[in-house]
């Protein structure tokens, strides 16, 4: 099966960002078999399905290299109250969602991010194992870990850090049975990555056998790192050092990691980030809402590979995109950088070195699996089309994305999502992200919350 997208603008995304204009990609089973010139393309692929490309533009498809997708439940409240929350209730709603509530809320973190241009994304999650085979059938390109720590979380809170192995040694069983199971799955559509979860919940021990274990794997690994201040404060007081810092004393940095957020780093830990090679995640949108911003000029100099996720509550890959330029420029009072392409770049190419899929996805070349998006430019925010990629960080929306492409497979085509019940997700989602908040303040009447939930929309 063959598919040619005759007619259209083409951001490769390659090394050289080259923009092809009345341009074709034709498609064979998952991969990209030709890029150029529409006279030149079609008539190659006599057989092929043609999809008429004219007035739009296919784009590499976003990678969204950090997410929790149940977060999605927590939208509209969890926004709001700092990090870590100052609402303090003893758990988290999201801790008391039932199996099939959880299910649920993943599909409508995947239905977003679809709908966003996104064809790949890093699910981080304790117990992912119990929604993975639904995340495998969304048709989206999945790296799945299980997000583990061995502090005692109970007496975290009173700010007392103390290890348990058994703890550690039940996460990193749960992550191996993860990766047994899924690593390389559906023609390599899925794998899988271990997660330890931050410098403050997981002790030297665990770090270095987490590692150990993805080397021996052959996995790479994640975790969270200068996330707010009060881990900051946690690392120095417990272990004497900045969190990058402890994890290099642990063995733990190192070129097959992925850092997400990095916010607060300073010089040498950027330093030290840079010489062991480790890549991060930029994860502007929510660093935003947060008050924070990573210093990324910084991090790309010291050698650090960058990409971006959403992380919690929202997975639209578009706004990801322009929060990391607004981010980046307001940071350094910068009026030039970084340019749209940069951060195309960090959202694709960047997403894929991150992940280590730098030979599969990332960017649009002859070879690599057919992930990508089509955006329709002739909208009223779009014309004129001077500059695409411009255009479309500066001022798309997920609404423009007509059709995505994963694996050589469509998951969403003219604006219909093919491989989720849309309608059914939404409306049980709505229900779900209720029941779940109201079952939290049923069980914690006393504990003060500043917001009146109002009934579902049904
Ligand atoms: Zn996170």
New binding site residues.
């Given amino acids: 099966m063959t598919t040619v997208i005759a007619n259209a603008t083409i951001v490769t995304g390659n090394a050289g960002r080259d923009v092809l204009h009345d341009a074709a990609i034709a498609i064979a089973e998952d991969r990209i078999a030709a890029i150029g010139p529409t006279d030149d393309v079609r008539p190659a692929h006599p057989d092929a399905e043609v999809v008429d490309g004219r007035g739009k533009a296919v784009f590499p498809g976003l990678i969204n290299c ?3 997708l149940l ?1 999605t439940g927590d939208r509209g409240i969890l926004e709001d109250f700092g990090f870590p929350t100052r609402l303090t209730f003893p758990v988290s709603a999201r801790g008391l969602l039932t199996d099939e509530e959880r299910r649920i809320l993943a599909l409508l973190g995947v239905l977003e991010s679809i709908r966003s241009g996104v064809t790949c994304l890093l699910e ?1 999650s304790s117990n992912v194992a119990g929604y993975a085979p639904d995340l495998a059938a969304t048709g989206l390109r999945l790296v799945l870990s299980e997000n583990i720590n061995d502090v005692d979380e109970a007496q975290v809170r009173e700010g007392v850090f103390r290890f348990d192995e058994a703890r550690a040694d039940a996460g990193l069983q749960r992550s191996a049975d993860l990766v047994d199971a899924w690593h390389g799955r559906e023609n390599g559509r899925v794998s899988c990555f271990l997660a330890p979860h931050a410098p403050e919940t997981c002790s030297p021990d665990l770090l270095r056998r987490a590692r150990e274990m993805a080397e021996r794997l052959g996995v790479r690994y994640t975790i ?1 790192l200068s ?1 707010s201040r009060e881990e900051i404060e946690a690392v120095m007081r417990v272990r004497g050092v900045p969190p990058t810092h402890y994890l290099f004393a642990s063995g733990f940095l190192g070129p097959g990691l992925l850092a ?2 990095c916010r607060y780093v300073n010089p040498a830990e950027i330093a030290l980030l840079g010489q062991t090679g480790v890549k991060v995640t930029n ?1 502007a949108a ?1 660093a935003a809402r947060r008050g924070a911003a990573a210093p990324v000029r910084e991090l790309q100099a010291a050698g650090c590979v960058i990409g971006m ?1 959403t ?2 509550m929202a997975e639209d890959m578009v706004e990801v995109m322009r929060a990391g330029l607004f981010l980046e420029r307001v940071r350094r009072n910068d009026e030039v950088w970084p340019q749209p392409e940069d951060v195309l770049d960090w959202a694709t190419a960047g997403g894929a070195r991150a992940l280590g899929m730098q030979d599969i996805t990332g960017s649009l070349e002859v070879g690599k699996k057919a992930d990508l998006f089509v955006a329709d430019l002739m909208r009223p925010h779009l014309v004129p089309s001077l500059r695409p990629v411009s255009a479309f960080v500066h001022n798309g929306q997920p609404g423009d994305i007509t059709s995505v492409m994963v694996d050589g497979a469509w998951v969403m085509r003219d604006g219909k999502v093919l491989t989720i019940d849309e309608e059914d997700v939404v409306r049980r989602a709505e229900a779900v992200g209720h029941a779940s908040w109201r079952r939290l303040l049923d069980r914690y009447p006393n504990v003060p919350f500043p917001i009146n939930i109002p009934p579902p929309i049904s």
Avoid: V
């Fill in positions: 950090h997410t929790h977060a981080i969270h996330q997400a957020h994860n929510i996720g992380d919690n």
